[in-house]
């Protein structure tokens, strides 16, 4: 059984700062690719940031210089340093993963998500 636990999120004024983080357990499992995504009350889900297996990042234009994206490979962790944070970025914090093992095909995988609300 795969499981993504999150951790992280809640309330922050405007400027401040917060990180995430979500642990992926399960045994046998290849991480290909991980990220953040992230929906807001009424809107679709968004792509936030990513990162290869080989730290090779990519994020979305309205986060770039403020959120940060890193994993640790040996405990199957990714990170999300926010930033510079707007009333903007309130919305649900998803974290995605895409892998497979020896009994399971590649899929992706979401966690529970977690609320993160900036106040102005």
């Known amino acids: 059984q795969v499981r993504l636990v999150e951790s992280g999120g809640g309330l922050v004024q405007a400027g401040g700062s917060l990180s995430l983080s979500c642990a992926v357990s399960?045994?046998?499992?290849?991480?290909?690719?991980m990220g953040w995504y992230r929906q807001a009350l009424g809107q679709e889900r968004e792509l936030v940031a990513t990162?290869?297996?080989?730290?090779?990042?990519n994020y979305a234009d309205s986060v770039k210089g403020r959120f940060t994206i890193s994993r640790d490979n040996a405990k199957n962790t990714v990170y999300l340093q926010m930033n510079s944070l707007k009333p903007e970025d309130t919305a649900v914090y998803y974290c995605?993963?895409?892998?497979?093992?020896?009994?399971?095909?590649?899929?992706?995988?979401w966690g529970q998500g977690t609320q993160v609300t900036v106040s102005a």
């Open positions: 995605n993963v895409r892998g497979d093992s020896d009994y399971l095909d590649l899929a992706d995988y």
């Open positions: 399960g045994s046998l499992f290849r991480i290909i690719h």
């Open positions: 990162i290869t297996s080989g730290q090779h990042t």
